[in-house]
């Protein structure tokens, strides 16, 4: 009689097509969860940076690099042209006031201070000539009336004698009438010499008058000619130091060229550059500072010039109560000049991960130190040394700074010694 074989339920075959389907399962969740972001990372902690969240003062500020220059510049310009005769100085001497330092030389321009002066000379002696002959003209008036009322006095006399002779029948009625007539007419004479000493008097203040203001006139013009000559020698407006002096001799200068400059020496100012991203924030009266030396020192912004150059404008700011000992004229200094005021914030110091997180997450240490993973934050102002933390950070928090070029869309790393 035969025997029934009982068939096996699980044969090679499907224990073999029943693990690779398990595997491949298992592969296919492993894929699913990394392309998660579930993946990790093994990490040294010597080749990162580890900060502590830490709540401090804030004070947002931006970088400037500034340059030191004089107080004040005087810019000397050719008040006229001509050819350098004579240099006093050299470029670099210092100065006083008035002291020359060039000579130049203009043949028309000296030929027309001769040829004015000339001008000047011949006035003054046609004037010295018309009030001679003013003078004589009164001098012949003032005889002339003279005679005038020496007539009158004499008509008069007669006038009076015959009266009373005629009263006395001492004398006809024609010679008291002739007398009188005699008399009448040394009067209107009399009169009519008066008026002409007034309007004598008159014509000649009028001319002299006319006379002084044309050779006042003339008269300054010879002065500001004769400054004119005199601007031929450049001298030092002010107390300082000549700098920039672009003069040889031989060199023909034109009028109003620059020759040089002079630079006050009683302080210093810096020049700072700044992009006009921050045109809008930037005023009168913000502060600076600066170390020099291991010591800090405070600027004060003094001036704004608003024009735009290549995307930046410059401010010029002064130094607080002290200056920085030793500091000389053209040193650039790095500058954080302040934007807000101080207040309490939440800081983490900056670093690289920001270039690729844009300060949206960071990666954030785990109690025990082992691990770091994504935290999303959410940044605010910055400074040179930090970024203010707004949330999704607590003070005391470690997080890692470093830069994150090799970490791709890790999500945690496993940090080791």
Not at 214 to 237: F, G, I
Not at 351 to 365: A, D, E
Request: a negative charge; glycine letters at 8%.
């Amino acid at each position: 009689m035969d025997i029934q074989l009982e068939k096996k339920r699980f044969t090679t075959k499907k224990l073999l097509l029943i693990g690779g389907t398990v595997l491949l399962l298992a592969l296919i969740v492993f894929v699913i969860i990394s392309s998660f972001g579930g993946s990790k990372l093994n990490v040294e902690k010597e080749r990162i940076s580890i900060n502590t969240v830490e709540k401090g003062v804030f004070q947002e500020n931006i970088p400037v690099n500034g340059i030191v220059l004089p107080i004040t510049t005087i810019y000397l310009d050719a008040l006229e042209g001509g050819r350098v005769e004579e240099k006093f100085v050299e470029d670099g001497s210092i100065l006083k006031k008035g002291d020359p330092i060039l000579r130049l030389s203009n043949t028309d321009l000296e030929l027309s201070l001769v040829n004015q002066e000339t001008q000047v000379y011949n006035l003054l002696t046609q004037m010295q000539i018309s009030q001679n002959a003013a003078r004589q003209n009164t001098i012949n008036k003032l005889n002339q009336y003279t005679d005038v009322e020496s007539g009158l006095i004499e008509a008069k006399r007669v006038y009076d004698l015959n009266s009373k002779l005629y009263e006395k029948d001492a004398i006809g009625r024609q010679d008291l009438i002739k007398a009188k007539n005699e008399y009448d007419y040394q009067k209107e004479r009399m009169q009519l010499s008066e008026q002409i000493l007034k309007q004598d008097s008159i014509a000649v203040k009028q001319e002299k008058s006319q006379v002084q203001s044309s050779y006042a006139r003339t008269q300054n013009a010879l002065e500001l000619m004769r400054r004119k000559v005199a601007d031929l020698v450049v001298k030092a407006p002010v107390d300082g130091q000549l700098t920039s002096l672009d003069a040889e001799i031989g060199q023909s200068k034109n009028k109003g060229e620059r020759l040089g400059q002079i630079d006050v020496l009683s302080g210093f100012k810096v020049r700072a550059d700044i992009d006009e991203h921050y045109i809008s924030r930037i005023y009168t009266g913000q502060t600076g500072s600066f170390s020099f030396n291991g010591k800090s020192y405070t600027l004060t912004i003094k001036k704004v010039y608003t024009q735009v150059n290549n995307g930046r404008f410059q401010v010029d700011m002064e130094f607080g109560e002290e200056v920085a000992e030793g500091i000389r004229r053209g040193q650039t200094l790095q500058i954080r000049l302040a934007l807000s005021d101080e207040k309490q914030a939440l800081l983490i110091p900056k670093g690289g991960f920001f270039q690729q997180t844009g300060g949206n997450w960071i990666f954030k240490v785990s109690e025990d130190g082992d691990t770091a993973y994504k935290t999303d934050i959410s940044l605010g102002s910055q400074n040179t040394e930090y970024y203010e933390v707004l949330n999704g950070l607590e003070p005391g928090d470690k997080v890692i700074t470093s830069s994150y070029d090799n970490y791709g869309d890790v999500q945690e790393l496993v940090l080791k010694e």
